[in-house]
């Protein structure tokens, strides 16, 4: 099946750095979103990306919808300690298809 | 606005006993997901209902059922009750058309611990 791997796995950074987390895909999709989890909470949706080439910002959130719709990136700039928790990057063939979830990188921010 | 509502938000079962879980989604969705998230884990999807018909099918096991109800409402039932069911349980919604904001959106959870 498909499989998405993301990365890295964690990152321990200072407040104030800008964060890079990516996913790749061994095969396409045409739409990548973006979720932070919170522990015991649900995933929240960050962004959507629904064409390839597409560069998208939300606040201090930028993501990538990679040209071979294989893969994407999500930066952070200016990281807060909010910004603590399980990012997830998501891949969805078609629209109301099931979401292929990368493994997550945890964030941790060091005030 | 108004989101994507499950409940209990916890449930404490034992070995071999049944548990059922509601899902309420945004209204106007179209489509709901199911999905399992074990410790330390992405989600995995269980199954899907578009339109009160069932969808997709995921890793769901057999002593597992779920159905769509005229409200749009949904209900995950789980029989025979294992130790390894115990997992956070999401639910989502999403506008297939996206018509009235796609936003493939998840609720809050069930945590479900089988003892």
């Known amino acids: 099946g498909q499989q998405l791997n993301q990365s890295p796995q964690s990152m321990f950074i200072q407040e104030g750095e800008d964060v890079s987390m990516n996913c790749t895909s061994s095969?396409?999709?045409?739409?990548w979103l973006w979720y932070k989890q919170d522990p015991g909470e649900g995933p929240v949706l960050l962004i959507a990306?629904?064409?390839?080439?597409e560069l998208t910002s939300n606040g201090r959130l930028t993501a990538q919808f990679g040209i071979t719709r294989k893969d994407s990136f999500l930066n952070i700039s200016a990281s807060i300690p909010s910004d603590v928790g399980i990012y997830f990057c998501a891949g969805q063939l078609l629209a109301g298809n099931m979401l292929t979830f990368g493994g997550g990188t945890r964030l941790m921010v060091k005030p | 606005a108004a989101g994507v509502i499950q409940s209990p938000r916890h449930l404490i079962k034992e070995k071999r006993e049944t548990a059922t879980l509601k899902c309420y989604p945004i209204p106007r969705h179209d489509t709901v997901y199911w999905y399992q998230q074990g410790p330390g884990q992405d989600p995995q999807f269980l199954i899907s209902f578009y339109e009160k018909m069932q969808s997709d099918k995921g890793s769901i096991p057999d002593r597992f059922s779920a159905q769509q109800f005229s409200d749009y409402h949904s209900e995950l039932n789980m029989s025979s009750l294992e130790l390894g069911d115990s997992a956070l349980y999401f639910c989502?919604?999403?506008?297939?058309?996206?018509?009235?904001?796609?936003?493939?959106?998840f609720g809050s959870g069930t945590r479900l611990t089988v003892v």
């Open positions: 989502a919604s999403s506008d297939r058309d996206r018509i009235f904001n796609y936003g493939y959106t």
């Open positions: 095969s396409i999709f045409n739409t």
């Open positions: 990306l629904y064409k390839a080439g």
